[in-house]
């Protein structure tokens, strides 16, 4: 079980917009860590959707956004498409287990 | 372009010691925020982070898993090998290797390309 809690599976029709969230701890998210998101497409690698919080890698569409507050983070993707059919993760770093933590991820499911 | 690419077996035994090879381009580990680092993935459940390697050489490990990992750069600049020592089944899984990279604090940095993966079944 990991120390970033995320909902197991949430759903939208397209065109929606849908909002994932993780949810942390003292010891990474409230100690000031940053988070990161990622999406992984079916029977492929993770990318990177949101680092810094708030951060979109150039060629990540505007559809998608990050924000936090103290103890929880949430990606934010609008105009839902079918192609963003995808489990997403949230990462940050811990401070009492000394590394780097994913969330449990999140499988969206475009109706 | 950045690339990265991991090779290794794709099957081992109980008690063996896996050993991955990373082979990355495009980067140099010798620049200052940049970092290898190596993911795992059992069939149909969440990433699990595993070792890291910065640029100085410093490691860090899950602690964990951390009697059983070793993360170290090749004599060749560019490959970074993960040893993992008593596998067992519950290890079977897709190991990723990534750079991870930021600014600040390396704590800070996120994983901002990644390898095609590699399937290890114990």
């Known amino acids: 079980q990991s120390v970033l809690t995320q909902p197991p599976s949430m759903s939208g029709a397209p065109g929606q917009r849908v909002t994932i969230s993780c949810t942390g701890s003292?010891?990474?998210?409230?100690?000031?860590?940053?988070v990161h998101w990622y999406q992984q497409l079916p029977g492929t690698a993770p990318k990177l959707l949101i680092h810094?919080?708030?951060i979109r890698p150039s060629g990540v569409p505007d559809r998608f956004s990050g924000s936090r507050s103290a103890t929880s983070a949430s990606l934010a993707i609008a105009g839902l498409q079918a192609e963003d059919e995808a489990h997403y993760y949230c990462?940050?770093?811990?401070?009492?287990?000394?590394?780097?933590?994913f969330g449990e991820g999140t499988i969206l499911t475009v109706l | 372009q950045v690339t990265l690419r991991e090779t290794g077996p794709a099957l081992v035994r109980p008690t063996q010691t896996l050993t991955l090879t990373c082979s990355f381009s495009g980067f140099s580990l010798k620049t200052t925020t940049m970092c290898v680092t190596w993911v795992r993935q059992p069939p149909g459940k969440a990433l699990e982070w595993l070792a890291l390697i910065d640029w100085d050489g410093d490691t860090y490990y899950n602690t964990s898993l951390k009697t059983r990992l070793t993360i170290s750069q090749d004599t060749s600049e560019n490959q970074v090998v993960l040893k993992m020592t008593n596998m067992d089944p519950a290890d079977t899984a897709t190991y990723y290797c990534a750079r991870i990279t930021g600014r600040g604090v390396i704590m800070f940095y996120s994983i901002d390309v990644w390898g095609p993966g590699i399937t290890v079944t114990v």
């Open positions: 990462q940050s770093y811990d401070s009492s287990l000394s590394g780097w933590v």
């Open positions: 003292s010891s990474n998210l409230g100690a000031g860590f940053p």
């Open positions: 810094g919080d708030t």
